[in-house]
Protein backbone atom coordinates (compact mmCIF):
# COMPACT_ATOMS: atom_id res chain seq x y z
CA UNK A 1 0.00 0.00 0.00
CA UNK A 2 1.69 2.79 -1.51
CA UNK A 3 1.70 6.64 -1.83
CA UNK A 4 2.97 9.35 -3.04
CA UNK A 5 3.70 12.32 -0.13
CA UNK A 6 6.06 15.89 -0.68
CA UNK A 7 8.05 16.22 2.37
CA UNK A 8 7.18 19.24 4.29
CA UNK A 9 10.85 19.31 5.58
CA UNK A 10 12.94 19.43 2.58
CA UNK A 11 9.73 20.02 -0.29
CA UNK A 12 11.27 16.33 -2.03
CA UNK A 13 8.68 13.78 -3.34
CA UNK A 14 8.76 10.32 -2.02
CA UNK A 15 6.61 7.39 -2.35
CA UNK A 16 5.97 5.40 1.12
CA UNK A 17 4.48 2.06 1.84
CA UNK A 18 3.55 1.57 5.73
CA UNK A 19 3.02 -2.07 5.38
CA UNK A 20 6.72 -3.35 5.85
CA UNK A 21 6.94 -6.62 3.67
CA UNK A 22 9.08 -8.21 6.55
CA UNK A 23 5.92 -7.32 8.39
CA UNK A 24 3.84 -10.57 9.45
CA UNK A 25 0.57 -11.16 11.13
CA UNK A 26 -2.45 -9.57 11.16
CA UNK A 27 -3.69 -5.39 9.94
CA UNK A 28 -4.12 -4.72 13.28
CA UNK A 29 -0.81 -6.04 14.09
CA UNK A 30 1.13 -4.75 11.56
CA UNK A 31 -0.04 -1.34 12.37
CA UNK A 32 0.93 -1.58 16.08
CA UNK A 33 4.62 -3.27 14.89
CA UNK A 34 4.85 0.69 12.52
CA UNK A 35 3.59 2.79 15.71
CA UNK A 36 6.65 0.54 17.73
CA UNK A 37 8.88 1.70 15.13
CA UNK A 38 8.03 5.34 15.98
CA UNK A 39 6.85 5.55 12.00
CA UNK A 40 3.80 7.96 11.91
CA UNK A 41 1.40 6.41 9.87
CA UNK A 42 0.34 9.13 7.28
CA UNK A 43 3.35 12.11 7.53
CA UNK A 44 4.67 14.08 4.87
CA UNK A 45 8.36 13.90 5.72
CA UNK A 46 10.79 11.44 3.79
CA UNK A 47 12.67 9.11 4.99
CA UNK A 48 15.88 10.98 5.27
CA UNK A 49 14.21 13.78 7.26
CA UNK A 50 13.04 11.24 9.35
CA UNK A 51 16.35 9.99 10.44
CA UNK A 52 17.25 13.36 11.33
CA UNK A 53 14.32 14.35 13.78
CA UNK A 54 14.35 10.48 15.36
CA UNK A 55 17.79 11.39 15.68
CA UNK A 56 17.23 14.55 17.38
CA UNK A 57 14.14 12.53 19.36
CA UNK A 58 16.67 10.34 20.77
CA UNK A 59 19.36 12.98 21.83
CA UNK A 60 16.57 14.70 23.74
CA UNK A 61 15.61 11.16 25.02
CA UNK A 62 19.06 10.49 26.22
CA UNK A 63 19.12 14.16 27.77
CA UNK A 64 15.99 13.55 30.08
CA UNK A 65 17.29 10.44 31.16
CA UNK A 66 20.46 11.57 32.26
CA UNK A 67 18.15 14.77 34.19
CA UNK A 68 16.21 11.49 35.77
CA UNK A 69 18.78 9.85 36.59
CA UNK A 70 20.07 12.80 38.72
CA UNK A 71 17.01 12.47 40.70
CA UNK A 72 17.51 9.19 41.21
CA UNK A 73 20.17 9.22 43.63
CA UNK A 74 19.38 6.95 46.45
CA UNK A 75 19.24 8.67 49.94
CA UNK A 76 22.60 7.62 51.43
CA UNK A 77 24.15 9.66 48.91
CA UNK A 78 21.45 12.91 50.08
CA UNK A 79 22.67 12.29 53.31
CA UNK A 80 26.27 12.26 52.73
CA UNK A 81 25.39 15.35 50.58
CA UNK A 82 24.42 17.33 53.30
CA UNK A 83 26.14 15.91 55.85
CA UNK A 84 29.35 17.74 53.37
CA UNK A 85 26.98 21.13 53.00
CA UNK A 86 26.97 20.93 56.70
CA UNK A 87 30.47 20.38 57.48
CA UNK A 88 31.92 23.09 54.96
CA UNK A 89 29.60 25.52 55.56
CA UNK A 90 30.74 24.75 59.42
CA UNK A 91 34.87 25.27 57.72
CA UNK A 92 33.43 27.61 56.44
CA UNK A 93 32.24 29.72 58.93
CA UNK A 94 35.32 28.85 60.80
CA UNK A 95 37.55 30.41 58.30
CA UNK A 96 35.39 33.05 58.15
CA UNK A 97 35.77 33.82 61.86
CA UNK A 98 39.31 33.48 61.68
CA UNK A 99 39.74 35.73 58.80
CA UNK A 100 37.64 37.83 60.81
CA UNK A 101 39.57 37.86 63.72
CA UNK A 102 43.06 38.28 61.32
CA UNK A 103 41.38 41.41 59.70
CA UNK A 104 40.74 42.97 63.08
CA UNK A 105 44.57 41.78 64.33
CA UNK A 106 45.82 43.38 60.85
CA UNK A 107 43.55 46.45 61.50
CA UNK A 108 45.40 47.28 64.85
CA UNK A 109 48.26 46.33 63.75
CA UNK A 110 47.65 49.49 60.68
CA UNK A 111 46.44 51.61 63.62
CA UNK A 112 49.61 51.18 65.67
CA UNK A 113 52.05 51.56 62.47
CA UNK A 114 49.91 54.58 61.47
CA UNK A 115 50.16 55.83 65.06
CA UNK A 116 54.34 55.07 65.27
CA UNK A 117 54.56 56.47 61.86
CA UNK A 118 52.54 59.75 63.04
CA UNK A 119 55.56 59.80 66.15
CA UNK A 120 58.28 59.32 64.00
CA UNK A 121 56.82 61.70 61.68
CA UNK A 122 56.68 64.27 64.69
CA UNK A 123 60.40 63.17 65.99
CA UNK A 124 61.21 63.78 62.47
CA UNK A 125 59.99 66.99 62.71
CA UNK A 126 61.45 67.64 65.81
CA UNK A 127 64.83 66.65 64.84
CA UNK A 128 64.83 68.93 61.91
CA UNK A 129 64.11 71.88 64.62
CA UNK A 130 66.75 70.81 66.62
CA UNK A 131 69.28 70.30 63.18
CA UNK A 132 68.17 73.99 62.82
CA UNK A 133 68.43 75.64 65.57
CA UNK A 134 72.13 73.71 65.84
CA UNK A 135 73.33 75.03 62.79
CA UNK A 136 72.48 78.78 63.95
CA UNK A 137 73.98 77.69 66.71
CA UNK A 138 77.46 76.28 65.00
CA UNK A 139 77.54 79.39 62.96
CA UNK A 140 77.32 81.82 66.04
CA UNK A 141 79.79 80.16 67.11
CA UNK A 142 82.01 79.56 64.91
CA UNK A 143 81.39 83.47 64.77
CA UNK A 144 82.47 83.63 68.02
CA UNK A 145 85.55 81.90 67.55
CA UNK A 146 86.56 83.50 64.27
CA UNK A 147 86.42 86.69 66.59
CA UNK A 148 88.01 85.19 69.71
CA UNK A 149 91.05 83.62 67.34
CA UNK A 150 90.63 87.27 66.49
CA UNK A 151 91.58 88.79 69.92
CA UNK A 152 93.63 86.07 70.85
CA UNK A 153 95.72 87.35 68.19
CA UNK A 154 95.73 90.64 69.08
CA UNK A 155 96.06 89.68 73.07
CA UNK A 156 99.19 87.80 72.48
CA UNK A 157 100.50 91.27 70.20
CA UNK A 158 99.68 92.94 73.51
CA UNK A 159 101.39 90.25 75.62
CA UNK A 160 104.81 90.11 73.54
CA UNK A 161 104.54 94.00 73.83
CA UNK A 162 104.07 93.62 77.42
CA UNK A 163 106.64 91.50 78.28
CA UNK A 164 108.84 93.53 76.32
CA UNK A 165 107.32 96.56 78.50
CA UNK A 166 107.97 94.63 81.52
CA UNK A 167 111.19 93.72 80.90
CA UNK A 168 112.13 97.31 79.80
CA UNK A 169 110.70 98.47 83.20
CA UNK A 170 112.22 95.49 85.52
CA UNK A 171 115.51 97.63 84.70
CA UNK A 172 113.33 100.51 84.98
CA UNK A 173 113.41 102.71 88.35
CA UNK A 174 110.37 105.46 87.85
CA UNK A 175 111.95 107.10 90.99
CA UNK A 176 115.06 107.86 89.29
CA UNK A 177 113.28 109.28 86.51
CA UNK A 178 110.80 111.38 88.72
CA UNK A 179 113.60 112.43 90.95
CA UNK A 180 117.31 113.35 89.53
CA UNK A 181 120.02 113.53 92.25
CA UNK A 182 123.29 115.00 91.93
CA UNK A 183 125.82 115.25 94.62
CA UNK A 184 129.05 114.76 92.33
CA UNK A 185 129.54 118.90 92.35
CA UNK A 186 129.98 121.00 94.79
CA UNK A 187 126.64 121.59 95.53
CA UNK A 188 123.94 119.14 95.65
CA UNK A 189 120.61 118.79 93.35
CA UNK A 190 117.41 117.66 92.80
CA UNK A 191 115.71 118.01 89.96
CA UNK A 192 118.34 120.78 88.47
CA UNK A 193 117.37 122.20 92.12
CA UNK A 194 120.61 123.37 93.55
CA UNK A 195 120.84 123.66 97.47
CA UNK A 196 123.55 126.29 97.28
CA UNK A 197 124.79 129.85 98.77
CA UNK A 198 121.26 130.68 100.83
CA UNK A 199 122.74 133.88 101.63
CA UNK A 200 121.65 134.92 97.56
CA UNK A 201 118.08 135.86 97.25
CA UNK A 202 117.80 135.01 94.00
CA UNK A 203 118.88 131.25 95.50
CA UNK A 204 115.69 130.94 97.37
CA UNK A 205 113.23 129.89 95.13
CA UNK A 206 115.81 127.16 93.96
CA UNK A 207 116.44 126.02 97.42
CA UNK A 208 112.38 126.05 98.25
CA UNK A 209 111.44 123.73 95.25
CA UNK A 210 114.46 121.34 96.20
CA UNK A 211 112.90 120.90 99.57
CA UNK A 212 109.58 120.48 98.02
CA UNK A 213 111.28 117.55 96.05
CA UNK A 214 112.80 115.90 98.90
CA UNK A 215 109.37 116.17 100.74
CA UNK A 216 107.40 114.87 98.24
CA UNK A 217 110.02 111.98 97.50
CA UNK A 218 110.34 110.72 101.32
CA UNK A 219 106.16 111.09 101.34
CA UNK A 220 106.28 108.42 98.38
CA UNK A 221 108.70 106.32 99.98
CA UNK A 222 106.95 106.18 103.29
CA UNK A 223 103.29 104.85 101.49
CA UNK A 224 105.20 102.45 99.28
CA UNK A 225 106.62 100.86 102.69
CA UNK A 226 103.08 102.00 104.77
CA UNK A 227 105.50 103.66 107.17
CA UNK A 228 103.72 106.60 109.64
CA UNK A 229 106.02 108.32 112.38
CA UNK A 230 104.69 108.81 115.63
CA UNK A 231 105.62 112.35 115.87
CA UNK A 232 105.68 114.01 112.11
CA UNK A 233 103.54 114.46 109.55
CA UNK A 234 105.51 115.50 106.13
CA UNK A 235 102.84 117.57 103.74
CA UNK A 236 104.08 118.09 99.77
CA UNK A 237 103.50 121.30 98.73
CA UNK A 238 105.99 122.54 96.64
CA UNK A 239 108.11 125.30 97.24
CA UNK A 240 105.78 125.63 100.02
CA UNK A 241 106.31 121.98 101.67
CA UNK A 242 106.32 121.85 105.65
CA UNK A 243 106.36 119.17 108.34
CA UNK A 244 104.05 118.93 111.27
CA UNK A 245 105.05 118.12 115.06
CA UNK A 246 102.87 115.78 116.09
CA UNK A 247 104.24 116.34 119.40
CA UNK A 248 104.01 120.17 119.96
CA UNK A 249 100.15 120.47 119.12
CA UNK A 250 100.66 119.57 115.51
CA UNK A 251 102.97 122.88 115.15
CA UNK A 252 103.22 123.24 111.08
CA UNK A 253 106.65 124.45 110.55
CA UNK A 254 107.34 125.76 106.35
CA UNK A 255 110.43 124.12 104.64
CA UNK A 256 111.19 126.91 102.32
CA UNK A 257 113.18 130.21 103.05
CA UNK A 258 112.06 133.96 102.37
CA UNK A 259 114.93 135.84 104.48
CA UNK A 260 117.97 135.15 105.77
CA UNK A 261 117.51 137.40 108.95
CA UNK A 262 113.86 136.95 109.40
CA UNK A 263 113.22 133.09 108.42
CA UNK A 264 116.68 131.76 109.12
CA UNK A 265 115.87 130.17 112.02
CA UNK A 266 112.32 128.43 111.16
CA UNK A 267 113.80 127.08 108.35
CA UNK A 268 116.86 125.63 109.82
CA UNK A 269 113.36 124.04 112.58
CA UNK A 270 111.90 122.51 110.05
CA UNK A 271 115.20 120.90 108.12
CA UNK A 272 115.84 119.77 111.74
CA UNK A 273 112.45 117.69 112.17
CA UNK A 274 112.46 116.85 108.65
CA UNK A 275 115.93 114.97 109.87
CA UNK A 276 114.66 113.51 112.83
CA UNK A 277 111.85 112.25 110.78
CA UNK A 278 114.06 110.45 108.59
CA UNK A 279 116.13 108.53 110.88
CA UNK A 280 113.09 106.98 112.37
CA UNK A 281 112.44 105.97 108.49
CA UNK A 282 115.92 104.41 108.32
CA UNK A 283 115.07 102.48 111.33
CA UNK A 284 111.64 101.43 110.83
CA UNK A 285 113.52 99.70 107.55
CA UNK A 286 116.27 98.56 109.41
CA UNK A 287 113.82 96.40 111.63
CA UNK A 288 111.62 95.33 108.96
CA UNK A 289 114.59 93.76 107.17
CA UNK A 290 114.12 96.42 103.83
CA UNK A 291 117.60 97.51 103.35
CA UNK A 292 120.67 94.95 102.97
CA UNK A 293 122.76 94.92 106.23
CA UNK A 294 126.04 95.83 103.43
CA UNK A 295 124.25 99.25 102.66
CA UNK A 296 124.42 100.09 106.45
CA UNK A 297 127.81 101.09 106.11
CA UNK A 298 127.09 102.86 103.16
CA UNK A 299 124.48 104.75 104.54
CA UNK A 300 125.47 108.57 105.86
CA UNK A 301 125.08 108.56 109.72
CA UNK A 302 122.20 110.27 111.37
CA UNK A 303 122.53 111.91 114.85
CA UNK A 304 119.94 114.43 115.93
CA UNK A 305 120.02 117.30 112.99
CA UNK A 306 123.52 116.00 112.07
CA UNK A 307 124.55 113.78 108.99
CA UNK A 308 128.11 112.63 109.04
CA UNK A 309 128.56 115.30 112.02
CA UNK A 310 127.75 118.54 109.63
CA UNK A 311 124.73 119.99 111.09
CA UNK A 312 121.65 120.41 108.99
CA UNK A 313 121.33 124.12 110.16
CA UNK A 314 122.58 127.10 108.42
CA UNK A 315 125.11 129.05 110.25
CA UNK A 316 125.17 132.67 110.04
CA UNK A 317 128.56 132.97 108.55
CA UNK A 318 129.23 132.49 105.24
CA UNK A 319 132.06 130.67 105.73
CA UNK A 320 130.00 127.88 107.48
CA UNK A 321 127.42 127.41 104.60
CA UNK A 322 130.19 124.91 103.50
CA UNK A 323 129.09 122.38 106.26
CA UNK A 324 125.54 122.83 105.46
CA UNK A 325 126.35 122.05 101.62
CA UNK A 326 128.15 118.81 102.63
CA UNK A 327 125.13 118.03 104.87
CA UNK A 328 122.62 118.31 102.05
CA UNK A 329 124.66 115.79 99.76
CA UNK A 330 124.76 113.33 102.44
CA UNK A 331 120.79 113.90 102.63
CA UNK A 332 120.57 113.39 98.88
CA UNK A 333 122.67 110.52 99.01
CA UNK A 334 120.51 108.56 101.75
CA UNK A 335 117.45 109.33 99.02
CA UNK A 336 119.33 107.50 96.18
CA UNK A 337 120.21 104.69 98.30
CA UNK A 338 116.57 104.38 99.22
CA UNK A 339 115.31 104.84 95.09
CA UNK A 340 117.70 102.25 94.58
CA UNK A 341 118.00 99.69 96.79
CA UNK A 342 114.41 99.86 97.90
CA UNK A 343 112.49 100.23 94.68
CA UNK A 344 114.08 97.67 92.34
CA UNK A 345 113.53 94.27 92.89
CA UNK A 346 116.57 93.22 90.35
CA UNK A 347 118.40 95.58 92.00
CA UNK A 348 119.55 96.90 88.91
CA UNK A 349 119.40 100.38 89.83
CA UNK A 350 122.61 99.60 92.50
CA UNK A 351 124.81 99.14 89.47
CA UNK A 352 124.11 103.21 88.08
CA UNK A 353 125.26 104.01 91.96
Same mark, same amino acid.
Not at 237 to 240: A, H, R
Given at each position: MSKIYRCIDCGKEFEFD???NNTSGTEEEKTKNIESKNIPREINICFDCLKVVKTNEEESND???KKNNIFQIDENTMIKLKDDLIKNANQAKKEKKKLKEELNELKQTYEKNEKELKNLLQELENVEK !? &??AFCNEFRETESKIYFLEKEIVISND? +???? !?TKTKYLNNYNIFNELFQISFEEKYGSINECKFCDPSINGNYDNINAGWGYIILLTKLLSIKYMFESKNYILVP &?? #??SSIID +?? #?NNEKHEIGLSDMNRTRDKFNKAMSLYVYYLKEFIDFLFDKGKIDSHLKTKIPNINGNKINDYSIEIE #?? +?EKFEGWYLCMKFLL #???KILICQLLNEENHSLKDY
Open positions: YIDSQN !E &ETL +KIDY !E &EG #NF +KA #N #NS +K #NIL
